[in-house]
């Protein structure tokens, strides 16, 4: 296992269209979270599944935004009616337990999303 | 709303001396703290964490932790080009279920 794997790397869509964004966190984590990022921001938090039960979302998650992590391994995040604000870098983090002392998260590469 | 602040920067310094990078916090009940490492166009990468007040120390870098100021900071002694990166400052909400990112500060050290 070589860490947290995001698919695709870059994507490239028109406004309104759909698109969907894969990760693959570290095989023993249960915990999976999603972050948003654009130039010049920290990354904000979307949402986060523990094994498949998804816990928590933020409000910046809107209609458009759906997540899953069905079988509590994989998840994905899907953009419906993709709007030039939704340009942004998504990342991925995963790790066993939350953010505490007895753990430690992993982010994967991202997926730079583009809206044209 | 829970806030992390960071000076955007840049913090300029040269090759070979400390770069001091600070996070102040707003929300009290936060306990745990971490510095992330951020080159451009990569994901961020942990660098350090902390959860105790006072210092902790690895290798070039130092965190140190004020809770009754909520003010956090990473100290990188002998700074090298290589550390040229924004440092991100991370806390979580109490609960330990969420990041909070602070905007982040662009270190840039000179040869």
């Known amino acids: 296992d070589t860490g947290v794997s995001q698919d695709p790397r870059h994507k490239i869509t028109k406004r309104g269209q759909n698109v969907t964004f894969r990760c693959d966190p570290i095989s023993e984590h249960n915990r999976l979270y999603w972050y948003r990022q654009t130039l010049g921001q920290g990354p904000e938090f979307l949402t986060y599944f523990q094994n498949e039960a998804q816990l928590e979302k933020s409000r910046l998650l809107s209609d458009r935004f759906s997540a899953e992590r069905p079988k509590g391994s994989f998840s994905t995040l899907e953009i419906q009616r993709t709007e030039q604000g939704d340009s942004a870098m998504y990342l991925c983090a995963s790790s066993f337990g939350g953010w505490n002392m007895n753990t430690e998260a992993f982010f994967g590469q991202g997926t730079r999303l583009t809206v044209v | 709303q829970k806030e992390v602040e960071q000076n955007s920067g840049p913090l300029s310094v040269p090759e070979g001396a400390i770069a001091s990078l600070n996070c102040t916090y707003s929300?009290?009940?936060?306990?745990?703290f971490f510095w992330y490492r951020q080159y451009s166009g990569k994901s961020p990468e942990l660098i350090m964490s902390?959860?105790?007040?006072g210092d902790k120390e690895d290798g070039r870098f130092t965190a140190q932790l004020n809770k009754a100021s909520q003010y956090v900071s990473l100290l990188i002694r002998d700074s090298q080009p290589s550390d040229s990166a924004t440092y991100l400052c991370a806390v979580t909400a109490s609960g330990y279920s969420t990041l909070t990112f602070g905007k982040g500060t662009m270190l840039l050290v000179s040869p």
């Open positions: 929300d009290r009940g936060s306990q745990s």
């Open positions: 902390i959860y105790s007040n």
